[in-house]
């Protein structure tokens, strides 16, 4: 979530078609239990009531029931769409790169978190990826990186093992359009290297992933 920050939501990656919702305005791009939207006034999340331009945050629809609807911008950016700024002007250092969403949600599903590990007959649960590159390719939404912090193999509902951590390298379009379940609950997840930036979201059960490779 937080590298389709830079690479998929901000007005710069549209301007110059690198993200994977150039030309999909409109239209279904990922699964339709899937909401991504940016809000720097929810209390929910980390609140930053302006951005470092001075204009007032407010909620952005980026991906709403699947359907791409909107990315986020500054002042600069949108000069070129004709509109008003949203509030996403990244600081004076990092300004290059184009606005950015900092305050991400992804919509909770119904499933209590502790109920989907029991659904699963055979699977892993992944506890969270680091070391992630999201250039491999922008206009898909590939990633690689690697697990971390718990790598389990689940039977029957149940963890019955831990196994080496792995790589992987998947489209995160692709992913989301094998969602199976969402938890009710979600969780802040703060990025202290880009100030009071984070992510508000839930557990996933996807369908499948790629991995394509195992640490020693």
């Given at each position: 979530?937080?590298?389709?920050?830079?690479?998929?939501?901000?007005?710069?990656?549209?301007?110059?078609?690198?993200?994977?919702?150039?030309?999909?305005m409109g239209k279904?791009?990922?699964?339709?239990?899937?909401?991504?939207?940016?809000?720097?006034?929810?209390?929910?999340?980390?609140?930053?009531?302006?951005?470092?331009?001075?204009?007032?945050?407010?909620?952005?629809?980026?991906?709403?029931?699947?359907?791409?609807?909107?990315?986020?911008?500054?002042?600069?950016?949108?000069?070129?769409?004709?509109?008003?700024?949203?509030?996403?002007?990244?600081?004076?250092?990092?300004?290059?790169?184009?606005?950015?969403?900092?305050?991400?949600?992804?919509?909770?599903?119904?499933?209590?978190?502790?109920?989907?590990?029991?659904?699963?007959?055979?699977?892993?649960?992944?506890?969270?990826?680091?070391?992630?590159?999201?250039?491999?390719?922008?206009?898909?939404?590939?990633?690689?990186?690697?697990?971390?912090?718990?790598?389990?193999?689940?039977?029957?509902?149940?963890?019955?093992?831990?196994?080496?951590?792995l790589r992987f390298?998947?489209?995160?379009?692709?992913?989301?359009?094998?969602?199976?379940?969402?938890?009710?609950?979600?969780?802040?997840?703060?990025?202290?290297?880009?100030?009071?930036?984070?992510?508000?979201?839930?557990?996933?059960?996807?369908?499948?992933?790629?991995?394509?490779?195992?640490?020693?």
């Amino acid at each position: 979530m937080e590298w389709l920050s830079f690479t998929a939501f901000g007005a710069r990656s549209l301007e110059n078609r690198s993200s994977f919702l150039t030309d999909q305005m409109g239209k279904q791009v990922v699964g339709t239990n899937i909401s991504i939207w940016d809000d720097g006034t929810d209390p929910a999340g980390l609140r930053v009531p302006f951005d470092p331009e001075g204009t007032p945050k407010r909620p952005v629809p980026l991906i709403e029931k699947g359907v791409a609807r909107g990315v986020v911008s500054d002042h600069h950016y949108a000069k070129f769409s004709g509109g008003k700024s949203t509030g996403h002007a990244l600081p004076y250092d990092d300004a290059e790169g184009g606005p950015a969403p900092a305050h991400l949600f992804l919509a909770p599903g119904k499933t209590p978190a502790k109920e989907m590990l029991q659904t699963l007959d055979r699977g892993l649960w992944i506890a969270r990826f680091h070391y992630v590159n999201g250039f491999l390719n922008p206009k898909t939404a590939l990633m690689t990186g690697l697990t971390r912090d718990g790598t389990f193999q689940v039977k029957n509902g149940k963890v019955t093992g831990a196994v080496k951590n792995l790589r992987f390298t998947q489209s995160v379009v692709e992913s989301l359009l094998k969602v199976v379940a969402l938890s009710k609950e979600r969780r802040l997840v703060a990025d202290p290297a880009h100030g009071f930036a984070g992510v508000t979201c839930p557990a996933m059960i996807l369908r499948d992933f790629t991995f394509t490779g195992q640490t020693a």
